[in-house]
């Protein structure tokens, strides 16, 4: 789906109904509803609402999720009591850190992708942590544990369906959240939000809502045994980081709840843009950088949330910078971690590939995709141009040996950008719902909607001198450099000493 099939004023009103909604009875069942969280105008999230903004029933959604229910009531019973599996736990860690499994290769490094050596870090300084990583992968605990490690730091991997008792009780509650949206819908005279009511309520009965009631009820249990001082989650406006804000101070009322934002920024992201009140709001946000940092501190409903910047382990290594952009012949590819959006870019690869036989291309996939899921979806790739590959080696191999870039919402690219390459935007969407990282940045960036338009771009730029190739780089070099901020330990270690009056998020909601 394009995003230009709707507009911004659209997307807008669809994001404030989610918000009414939510307000209008902030419970913990209500907050699993991912379909009330707009997370923002990415193609991806809009997936969720294409139903509803075509004017159409939730009556597959209501067959899917029945589907759903189904095998996670059988997998319930055969599922044991534990929460989680991985490092014996200490009695008592300083912070509680809530990260990401999105790779079997995780298991064996130790390797976070969202917080690096931060916990590493602040071991080293007398402070201890815990990592609670959430399971995107589909591969079972019987094939990691026996390479599982810890890299120092206590790691356990949430289990992605709990025993019987607590699946029924999940149930349970998603089965009255649902009815309760289904009442409001029934007495709702307007036909938009009658419409927005009931696919809201089909949602309610989504794994993906049991699976955000876990997580917080996890987290929340895992507060319970570790008493932190602080627990730090990232933050992207989903409801399962409200449920683990909620959970972790019913289970240690004086605990620091810090979100953590460390992705780039898309339009209308307005879920992580609301305050919810009702313990279900971070005490303060972290940020990756500056251009994140001035985002939040430009949005009125979170007034009063006190910003602070982290950085992020995607920060350039400093020895690392180069000192001129890249006059190579190769161009780099950066699909984000989506199936869709990799095939998109693989299929665009190829005809670039055929367009410019004398240059060579890689296409760099997101971890959670391999070229095996990609050839599953579509045969024709099992074959590439001879000067096309997919990439096997480390980020900065790739991008030692790229000219140009070609990118949509990856993150990626601003380490790209950073590392010399002339990034080219491939637009699918109207301007004004732009998902580009690097939309705000002038100069430097090309913008291109088909094969043939980025070849332009290609030849435009290998017709240019050194020297105006380098005066260009040298601004945008300094605009991602303040995306990606050095991790500084130092703004963690200071929390955990905070002083109790930081801790806003208890507030109720107005």
């Known amino acids: 789906m ?69 095998r996670l009531a059988a997998k319930s019973w055969l599922a044991g009591s534990h929460l989680w599996q991985g490092d014996p736990l200490p009695r008592r860690a300083d912070i509680l ?14 390797e976070d992708l969202y917080f690096g050596s931060l916990p590493q870090d602040l071991a080293q300084v007398g402070i201890s942590s815990a990592v609670a990583l959430i399971d995107h992968s589909d591969t ?9 490690s810890s890299n120092g730091i206590p790691r356990v991997l949430l289990h992605q369906i709990s025993g019987n008792k607590v699946e029924q009780k999940s149930r349970h509650l998603m089965n009255e959240t649902a009815a309760a949206l289904r009442a409001e819908a029934r007495i709702e005279a307007d036909a938009k939000k009658n419409l927005f009511l009931q696919h809201a309520a089909a949602d309610a009965g989504s794994a993906a809502s049991r699976a955000a ?16 001082k602080l627990i730090v989650t990232t933050f992207e406006g989903h409801g399962w980081e409200r449920l683990a804000f909620r959970s972790a101070r019913d289970a240690n009322p004086e605990i620091i709840c810090a979100g953590y934002h460390h992705a780039v920024l898309f339009p209308l992201q307005h879920a ?20 994140t940092r001035d985002y939040f501190s430009n949005l009125p409903d979170l007034a009063g949330i006190p910003l602070k910047i982290l950085g ?27 199936l869709s959006e990799s095939l998109l870019f693989s299929r665009l690869a190829v005809r670039l590939a055929m367009l410019r036989p004398e240059l ?25 141009p001879h000067n096309l590959d997919w990439s096997k080696g480390s980020l900065e191999q790739d991008l030692e040996k790229s000219r140009w870039t070609v990118y949509r919402g990856s993150s990626a690219v601003i380490a790209a950008v950073q590392a010399g390459l002339r990034p080219i935007y491939y637009s699918q969407e109207d301007s004004d719902l732009s998902i580009d990282p690097l939309r705000t940045m002038e100069g430097w960036r090309e913008t291109a909607s088909t094969p043939e338009s980025v070849c332009e771009c290609l030849d435009r730029d290998s017709s240019l001198s050194p020297a105006d190739r380098l005066g260009s780089w040298r601004s945008a070099q300094r605009f991602c450099s303040s995306y990606f901020a050095a991790l500084d330990p130092t703004v963690i270690s200071s929390l955990v000493s905070a002083d109790p009056g930081l801790r806003v998020g208890n507030s109720e909601a107005e």
Request: with cysteine; net charge positive.
């Open 2 to 70: 394009k995003q230009s099939a709707y507009d911004a004023e659209t997307l807008k009103g669809l994001s404030d109904l989610c918000f009414q909604v939510l307000r209008a009875d902030p419970n913990p069942g209500r907050m699993a509803v991912p379909f009330l969280h707009f997370l923002s105008a990415h193609p991806n999230n809009l997936l969720r609402y294409q139903a509803l903004l075509d004017g159409k029933s939730p009556a597959k959604g209501k067959i899917r999720n029945m589907a759903g229910r189904m």
């Open 213 to 228: 009631l876990r997580i917080g009820y996890q987290v929340g249990e895992l507060v319970r045994r570790l008493q932190p």
């Open 272 to 291: 992580l843009s609301r305050r919810l009140g009702n313990s279900f709001d971070p005490d303060l946000i972290l940020t990756a950088g500056t251009v």
């Open 97 to 110: 850190f809530v990260s990401h499994f999105l790779r079997p290769e995780q298991a064996v490094t130790g």
């Open 360 to 384: 060579t291309f890689s296409i760099r996939l997101h971890p959670l995709l391999s070229p095996e899921k990609i050839v599953a979806s579509d045969g024709s790739l099992a074959n590439l």
């Open 312 to 338: 992020s382990a995607r920060a350039a290594d400093p020895l690392n910078q180069v000192e001129k952009p890249s006059h190579a012949n190769h161009c780099l590819l950066l699909p984000e971690g989506l």
């Open 140 to 148: 079972s605990w019987h094939r990691l544990r026996e390479n599982w």
